[in-house]
């Protein structure tokens, strides 16, 4: 849930500077002066003024911009504390998939509460990348490798 709400925020901060260039923009563009032969409320300016129309969709296409690098931010946290995940490891090989496997890449939080594989081959389709929760006490599975050592 936090994760998500996470993304909420910034997507909310993302639409509140969009908002705010937005106002910007309208509060400090200079109004045309009126025609002389006026027939009923002057036109709006987007789609009758040519820089107004760019500066609007220049602001737009900064916000897509800003939209998917908090997408992109978001991909690579952990779904439990939100921290960047690290230690990208690449698994797999692109001239050996059938005897090593499929090239992957792996990331884990750095407090060990999950790991997510992203999938680098994308032949079937779009693949979603995969979070694999690990259990809470990390500890647990190296001690259990000593103990199957003895
Ligand atoms: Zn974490």
Redesign the pocket.
């Known amino acids: 849930m936090k994760y998500w709400l996470y993304l909420v925020a910034k997507l909310a901060v993302v639409l509140g500077v969009a908002w705010g260039l937005q106002a910007c923009l309208q509060h400090l563009y200079p109004t045309p002066e009126p025609p002389l032969a006026r027939f009923g409320p002057p036109p709006p300016l987007f789609l009758h003024d040519m820089l107004f129309t760019f500066c609007v969709m220049a602001i737009w296409l900064f916000t897509s911009g800003l939209i998917y690098l908090a997408y992109w931010d978001q991909r690579r946290r952990?779904r439990?504390?939100l921290?960047q995940l690290i230690m990208p490891l690449k698994r797999g090989s692109w001239g050996h998939m059938v005897l090593i496997g499929r090239p992957t890449t792996q990331m884990i939080?750095?407090?060990g509460?999950?790991t997510l594989s992203i999938e680098e081959l994308q032949i079937t389709g779009r693949q979603y990348p995969d979070w694999h929760r690990h259990d809470d006490n990390i500890w647990k599975e190296l001690e259990s490798y000593g103990r199957a050592g003895k």
């Open positions: 952990c439990s504390c921290r939080c750095p407090f509460h999950g």
